[in-house]
C-alpha cells in the first residue's frame, strides 16, 4: 500500500500532475521506465506500470524498446505471470491497479475502474514467479541460424512460490520480421537440486565478440560462458 499522497487536492490532483501508474510520495518514479540525454539531463516517463523493470535492452532487428518484468507477489502461486514486452511510448502497463491486462489486484479492487480501458497488454508470459533479470538479443553468428534475432532472458528464480520455478536461462522465440511469437524455451538449466535446494541463480547475459553467450549467477558466483560446436567438428 502508498503512503497518502502530499499534493494538494489528493487523489484528483495527483492525478493531474502524474503519468499512470505514477507510486505517491516516497515512491515517485517507480514503475517507470525513464529516459534522459546523455548529459543525464531531460529526464522524460518513457512508460509506466511496470512493476519491476529490471532489465532492458534495444531490439537491434527493430529499433524497439524491450524489458523484462517481475510481477507483483502476494496473489498465489499462479497469479500473476511476469512478461517480456517490447515498451511502448506512453503506454500503460496495469501497476499497481491492474495486471497482464483487465485484471484487477484485488488489493486495489475499485480504486481507479478509469484506467481499465487503457492498459497495454505485454508481448510474452512468463511463469509466474519466475523473477526474469536481464535480457539480451542474439546478434552474433556463432550459434545456429535459427538463433538469430532470438532473445534470451534470465530467470533468477522464485521465492515466493510452495514449488520452484525460474533457475535457468530461456530463449524467447521471433519470427523472421523480428515479431515475437508468445513462446519461450529453455536454454540452460541444472541450477535446481530439489524444491528445498540449488546451486546457481541465474542474473545477467550478454553476447561475446565471437558470439558466445556470458551468464552470470549469484547463487555461488560464476561466470559461465556458452559456446556452440558444429556436431562432428574437433
Not at 518484468?69 to 506512453?90: I, S
Amino acid at each position: 500500500m502508498f503512503p497518502m499522497p502530499r499534493v494538494p487536492g489528493g487523489v484528483d490532483g495527483w492525478n493531474k500532475t502524474h503519468q499512470f501508474g505514477a507510486a505517491w510520495d516516497t515512491e515517485e518514479g517507480r514503475a517507470n521506465i525513464l529516459s534522459f540525454d546523455p548529459e543525464g539531463k531531460n529526464q522524460k516517463i518513457v512508460a509506466a506500470g511496470l512493476r519491476n523493470p529490471s532489465g532492458i535492452t534495444i531490439q537491434p532487428a527493430t529499433g524497439q524498446l524491450w524489458a523484462v518484468v517481475n510481477e507483483r507477489d502476494g496473489l498465489g502461486d499462479n497469479t500473476p505471470f511476469d512478461y517480456a514486452t517490447h515498451v511502448q511510448k506512453g503506454a500503460f502497463y496495469g501497476w499497481p491497479w491492474y495486471y497482464i491486462g483487465v485484471h484487477e489486484d484485488p488489493r486495489h479492487k475499485g480504486e481507479r475502474t478509469d484506467l481499465k480501458d487503457q492498459i497495454t497488454i505485454p508481448d510474452v508470459l512468463i511463469q509466474t514467479h519466475s523473477a526474469p533479470l536481464q535480457i539480451v538479443f542474439y546478434d552474433g553468428a556463432s550459434f545456429p541460424a535459427q538463433y538469430k534475432g532470438n532473445a534470451f532472458v534470465t530467470l533468477h528464480g522464485s521465492w515466493d512460490r510452495s514449488r520452484r520455478t525460474g533457475y535457468k536461462v530461456v530463449r524467447l522465440l521471433f519470427d523472421d520480421s523480428g515479431k515475437p511469437t508468445g513462446e519461450y524455451e529453455d536454454f540452460m538449466t541444472g541450477f535446481v537440486i530439489s524444491d528445498k535446494q540449488v546451486w546457481g541463480r541465474p542474473v545477467g547475459v550478454a553476447v561475446a565478440a565471437d558470439g558466445s553467450l556470458f551468464v552470470t549467477e549469484d547463487g555461488n558466483g560464476t561466470i559461465w560462458r556458452v559456446s556452440y560446436q558444429e556436431p562432428g567438428a574437433h
